[in-house]
């Protein structure tokens, strides 16, 4: 069922949002050659610690660390480990918090050190996905508006998206209806109504769009070894448009 926000809600969600924002961005600063993904989630507990906030992912599905750090070819739901990160990885750092009771959840992809001009590009083309997906979040447009923006923008590039992973709606779950898909057709799926919570997650693939389990049980790859980006907002669907949630930094610029 999906669920639709009042304005407390709104409220609390609103700083959930910013408090995840600017942990997100003091990892980022703290990612270059050298230092393990184990060290990175160090810090995320203790900037949880910090802002006095909980953490969303530490035992969800069993998950056991409080960040995903996912690298190269990885997609989404790496664990941390002793992985030495080097010039040329990109890493997505993926967490989610909880605040008064509601969840936000972010991610975003990252050059380590000096990285090809082909990963420049996937990064590049990631994030714009992610943007111009947020611009079709209004009342009245459709989860397939979303995903078809999306697919269309990534795909005429020449890359793909990763299709056996979504977006989803949040609030006092982490995971909500709607299920909001990479790709669709306009005009298709549930439509917005303002006060919608949701998370808008582009997965790109430099290769194939099919997938694998890592060797961790958590993580997803690209099966064909293919380097991967992800991006990813909470978004309130308003009035008239929708306000990004997890931006009171510019982390994705």
């Given at each position: 069922m999906i669920t639709i926000k009042d304005?407390?809600?709104?409220?609390?969600?609103?700083q959930a949002g910013k408090i995840l924002a600017q942990?997100?961005?003091e990892l980022k600063e703290n990612v270059r050659p050298g230092i393990t993904t184990n060290d990175l989630d160090k810090l995320a507990q203790e900037l949880i610690f910090k802002y006095k906030v909980k953490p969303a992912?530490?035992?969800?599905?069993?998950?056991p660390n409080v960040?995903?750090?996912?690298?190269?070819?990885?997609?989404?739901?790496?664990?941390?480990?002793d992985y030495i990160l080097k010039n040329g990885d990109i890493l997505s750092l993926d967490m989610g918090v909880i605040y008064k009771g509601y969840y936000s959840d972010m991610a975003i992809?990252?050059?380590?050190?000096?990285?090809s001009d082909e990963a420049k590009v996937l990064l590049r083309?990631?994030?714009?996905?992610l943007n111009i997906a947020i611009k079709k979040v209004r009342p009245g447009n459709t989860i397939g508006d979303i995903g078809n923006t999306i697919q269309r923008y990534v795909e005429k590039r020449g890359l793909n998206v990763v299709k056996e992973l979504c977006g989803h709606g949040i609030g006092k779950e982490l995971h909500e209806d709607p299920e909001i898909l990479n790709y669709g057709r306009r005009k298709q799926g549930e439509t917005l109504y303002k006060?919608?919570?949701?998370?808008?997650?582009?997965?790109?693939?430099?290769?194939?769009?099919?997938?694998?389990?890592?060797?961790d049980g958590f993580g997803f790859k690209t099966i064909d070894g293919s380097l991967?980006?992800?991006y990813e907002h909470t978004i309130l669907v308003t009035e008239h448009g929708s306000e990004v949630l997890t931006s009171n930094t510019n982390v994705l610029e």
């Open positions: 304005q407390k809600e709104i409220e609390i969600m609103r942990i997100i961005r992912f530490l035992g969800y599905g069993g998950f960040l995903c750090t996912s690298v190269n070819e990885t997609i989404v739901h790496q664990t941390p480990s992809t990252v050059p380590v050190g000096e990285i083309i990631t994030k714009k996905a006060g919608m919570t949701l998370c808008l997650e582009p997965m790109v693939s430099m290769g194939e769009s099919k997938i694998k389990k890592s060797k991967s980006a992800h």
